[in-house]
């Protein structure tokens, strides 16, 4: 776990400190997961059009990549974006 995103803990017990990165670690888990479910709903829902094979044809493949990839920039650049902002309000100009 990042320790700066516990912020400034110093005053806090070792154990307080503890319970805080194990909440911490389970709440960026989570969200992993959640990301993960919502990227495989939306390309599966987009992509994919029959059952007809057990395997995805060609043009599924090309799909699901390309929406996986379009999903995670997306993120990414979200991510980044909401770590400036942040950035932002720390530091009073």
Not at 1 to 17: N, V
Not at 63 to 91: D, I, P, W, Y
């Amino acid at each position: 776990m990042d320790k700066s995103m516990l912020g400034d803990l110093d005053g806090l017990p070792e154990e307080d400190k503890m319970r805080m990165a194990v909440m911490v670690d389970q709440l960026q888990i989570r969200d992993s997961l959640r990301m993960y479910n919502s990227l495989v709903e939306r390309c599966f829902t987009d992509c994919v059009d029959t059952f007809r094979r057990k395997t995805l044809d060609k043009q599924e493949e090309t799909c699901v990549r390309r929406c996986a990839e379009k999903f995670l920039k997306h993120s990414m650049r979200v991510g980044m974006r909401f770590a400036e902002l942040n950035q932002g309000v720390a530091t009073p100009d």
